[in-house]
Antibody
Framework: EVQLVESGGGLVKPGGSLRLSCAAS????????MNWVRQAPGKGLEWVSS????????FYADSVKGRFTVSRDNAKNSLYLQMNSLRGEDTAVYYC???????????????WGQGTLVTVSS | EIVLTQSPGTLSLSPGERATLSCRAS???????LAWYQQKPGQAPRLLIY???SRATGIPDRFSGSGSGTDFTLTISRLEPEDFAVYYC?????????FGPGTKVDI
């Protein structure tokens, strides 16, 4: 059974940093892209970042580019999101999602974790 | 950036009725790389449709997707009580992989 479990969320002050993790199990992690999607309270879904299976393709939303860094450790079946210079508008539930390749650098998201809440507030 | 617009914002229907949800893109979506997701309150999104018209594993056949270019549709042929939720479209043909604002299907 595919499982994705996010952790690392919490309360952080504006300008602070946080590192999210996503532990994957039930599938061959190194064969899939992995992705972060967030959802602000009461709002819709916003794609944040994607990383291909071998790190060849890495993409970011403009809203986080230069502040967030996605990475993965295929040996540990884990995905990470390093978030720096956090702002109030980064407050959201952050989901990790498995990406199925439709093409090079293009993925749809077939399994999602339950999310971890990040709150940026003073 | 491809902007997705979903309509209507809210669809009020009854169980057994047909639901037709629209997703329009600001420019053509590469190879119809368009997905639909369902989200219920307090839950993670669930993949329904990918490639505009292919049902994901385990999705009932009352869900169908169609369209190409800039106009896409999700149809639920006969609404079941568990189908009342928010539905999002997403294009994954070009980065940023944008989502639409969602359509809420309620009773």
């Amino acid at each position: 059974e595919v499982q994705l479990v996010e952790s690392g969320g919490g309360l952080v002050k504006p300008g602070g940093s946080l590192r999210l993790s996503c532990a994957a199990s039930g599938f061959t992690f190194s064969e899939y892209s992995m992705n972060w999607v967030r959802q602000a309270p009461g709002k819709g879904l916003e794609w944040v970042s994607s990383i291909s299976s071998s790190n060849k393709f890495i993409f970011y939303a403009d809203s986080v580019k230069g502040r967030f860094t996605v990475s993965r450790d295929n040996a540990k079946n884990s995905l990470y999101l390093q978030m720096n210079s956090l702002r109030g508008e980064d407050t959201a539930v952050y989901y990790c999602a498995r990406g199925v390749p439709a093409d090079m650098g293009r993925y749809y998201f077939d399994y999602w974790g339950q999310g971890t809440l990040v709150t940026v507030s003073s | 950036e491809i902007v997705l617009t979903q309509s209507p914002g809210t669809l009020s229907l009854s169980p057994g009725e047909r639901a037709t949800l629209s997703c329009r893109a600001s420019q053509s979506v590469t190879n119809s790389y368009l997905a639909w997701y369902q989200q219920k309150p307090g839950q993670a999104p669930r993949l329904l449709i990918y490639g505009a018209s292919s049902r994901a594993t385990g999705i009932p056949d009352r869900f169908s997707g169609s369209g190409s270019g800039t106009d896409f549709t999700l149809t639920i042929s006969r609404l079941e009580p568990e189908d009342f939720a928010v539905y999002y479209c997403q294009q994954y043909g070009s980065s940023p992989f944008t989502f639409g604002p969602g359509t809420k299907v309620d009773i």
